[in-house]
């Protein structure tokens, strides 16, 4: 099916659309391996069962980071077309990470395009503000490291955290929740929260030195 | 102002750029912790703290301390009825023969039988003490110590039991096997039921109360000292006519002092002072009935000096200040002085060692 025959599901928002903490697992809906049968199928179903299963998922990680219904309706829309092209060949094992990390690019990349939020507007400046703790002196200049290099380095660093530093620093980095969120998400005190990724940054910037990682 | 926002936008690239390379981050941390979600949805403490309840192991330190509470409590409570029926049994308190006798009481409610018991038990100072607290008893009186033995009525009976020999034998085994203050005068005096009533201080119903100034014209008054430490005032003087005994005790608020003077029947053995771990109260710990080695209990618990080894030092060896939530800081002590003249002066009460030592210095002039 070409790309323009799927026009139609950009008109299509979620219906669940600015309604956070929906629970984006609910419901009758496929199993992944079932919603991946049917993109190979080539069947146009596997939208809509995408869209059903994991609508909620995909919008809640682009409202995270663009703090707007249309852009990020229009990056969940983006996101089945690029699972619809990706797939086949790929075959994903988490349909979900998938999906989430395709929508969480889009959203970065529309950001970035944009770049209409307003400076404390949305939790995605806020989380970069926070982030620019962990970027290392840049004084003294070198080669800035590949991108590749600095994934790798990020998840070596991250499997070092203790596992519920680690969810809360993806939490907050990753999905781009808010302290209050990730707080009730782990039954933790929004200070502990606060305090676990202010030691999260700090580690991460005394790793990266460590690396003489440059960015 | 403009590099200043240069570097901020630099920043915020560079940091973009983690933000970034977190998209590469790997697919089990992430599912990681959308799977600790589905853990902490399915935990019961979890859905307990939503709620704002707290499960029961939370309370975990609040129940240890409540029950550490407890327990120290019921220790507490433990050690002090212990030390407490410790310091009867060491003959040092006043309710040393109500404690005895209640339990001989307790056991029987006739004579005979509470002098069997008593006498098994090896409870009591002597047997008219014994006697009269079990008529204390029979009488349906509640007798938990001495003081309430002095006030019961029954004297008769004690006097009839002392009489009889199997008695005397019982009150001499006894004395032996609890010695005390009382059991010692009570052996030289040898009627054991004056010793329950010196022992609470206050005189029995054969003891004829006197003035002051009466006690002092009595034949031995001449003992009741001239100086009594500063703001004592006379409480109260007997005479007993049955042994001749002639008690007198003065007060200041908690603080008193009680003087007995009797001329002993059998010859009285002193106090060798050259031994000070006999009777030196401050070379040992309360409870001394741990501490005192038995040997010296019975002398230690109310020695007998002679007059002329009497001197201030041997008064603050007997003086001792305890700490007692609630009483005063005044030293206490007890102690006998056997005169040359065979007069035998049995203190008991409070004052400093220099005070005591000048009433005893006052005494006879």
């Known amino acids: 099916m070409p790309a323009a025959s799927l026009s139609r599901w950009k008109f299509l928002p979620y219906r669940g659309a600015g309604v956070k903490g929906r629970n984006w697992n609910g419901g009758n809906r496929l199993k992944d391996t079932e919603i991946m049968e049917l993109y190979w199928a080539r069947e146009e179903r596997a939208i809509a069962e995408t869209q059903r299963a994991y609508g909620g998922y995909c919008y809640s990680i682009a409202w995270n980071i663009l703090y707007s219904r249309e852009d990020s309706d229009e990056c969940v829309n983006d996101t089945w077309l690029r699972a619809w092209n990706a797939m086949p060949p790929r075959r994903p094992e988490r349909l979900a990470l998938f999906l989430g990390t395709i929508t969480r690019n889009l959203s970065l990349d529309r950001w970035k395009e944009k770049h209409t939020m307003k400076r404390g507007n949305g939790e995605m400046m806020l989380a970069l ?51 209050g ?35 | 102002m403009s590099g200043f926002k240069d570097r901020e936008k630099a920043e915020q690239d560079r940091a973009l750029r983690i933000m970034d390379a977190l998209s590469g981050v790997d697919g089990a941390l992430l599912e990681r912790s959308a799977l600790e979600k589905d853990r902490e949805n399915t935990c019961r403490c979890r859905e307990n703290r939503r709620r704002g309840e707290k499960p029961i192991w939370r309370y975990g330190r609040a129940w240890a301390a409540v029950f ?27 309710g040393l023969a109500g404690g005895y006798t209640t339990g001989a009481a307790e056991t029987s409610s006739s004579s005979e039988r509470i002098l069997e018991n008593s006498g098994e038990a090896g409870a009591g100072q002597s047997m008219g003490a014994i006697v009269e607290d079990s008529t204390v008893q029979d009488s349906g009186a509640i007798a938990e110590g001495a003081d309430h033995t002095e006030q019961a009525p029954g004297r008769g009976v004690l006097e009839e039991s002392t009489g009889e020999p199997e008695s005397s034998e019982t009150g001499t085994m006894q004395g032996e096997s609890l010695p005390s ?15 329950v009533d010196e022992a609470c201080g206050m005189p029995p119903d054969t003891w004829e109360s006197l ?58 053995e002193t106090a060798d002072i050259s031994l000070p771990e006999m009777y030196d109260v401050r070379l040992y710990e309360i409870p001394y009935g741990e501490t005192v080695p038995g040997e010296y209990r019975e002398i230690f618990d109310d020695p007998v000096f002679a007059w002329e080894d009497m001197s ?15 009483d005063t800081a005044t030293p206490r002590g007890n102690f006998s002085v056997l005169f040359s003249d065979g007069v035998l002066v049995r203190f008991r009460g409070r004052g400093t060692a220099e005070q005591i030592w000048a009433m005893f210095c006052s005494m006879g002039t």
């Not at chain 2, 201030?312 to 609630?326: A, N, W």
């Open chain 2, 68 to 94: 550490c509470f407890a327990a120290v409590g019921i220790m507490a409570w433990s050690g002090y009825r212990y030390q407490e029926s410790a310091k009867n049994a060491s003959g040092g308190s006043p």
């Open chain 2, 211 to 268: 003035t002051e100034e009466e006690a002092r014209g009595m034949e031995k008054g001449c003992y009741l000292p001239s100086a009594i430490p500063q703001g004592y005032g006379f409480e109260s003087a007997g005479w007993s006519p049955e042994d001749g005994k002639l008690r007198a005790g003065w007060s200041r608020g908690l603080d008193y002092i009680e003087l007995t003077i009797c001329v002993p029947d059998a010859e009285t």
């Open chain 1, 129 to 179: 503000e926070e982030l620019a703790e962990c970027v290392p002196d840049v004084r003294g200049t070198e080669e800035a490291v590949e991108a590749a290099e600095l994934q790798r380095l990020l998840n070596t660093f991250l499997y070092t955290l203790p596992e519920r530093d680690c969810n809360v620093f993806l939490r907050r980095y990753w999905y781009v929740e808010e302290y």
């Open chain 1, 181 to 215: 969120e990730i707080a009730k998400r782990y039954g933790m005190k929004l200070n502990t929260v606060r305090t676990s990724l202010f030691r999260t940054r700090t580690k991460l910037r005394k790793y990266l030195e460590k690396e003489g990682i440059v960015l």
């Open chain 2, 312 to 326: 201030l030092e041997i008064v603050k060896c007997r003086m001792i200040t305890c700490q007692d939530r609630g």
């Open chain 2, 181 to 195: 203050a009382e059991s010692s005068v009570g052996k030289e005096s040898g009627t054991g039921g004056i010793i």
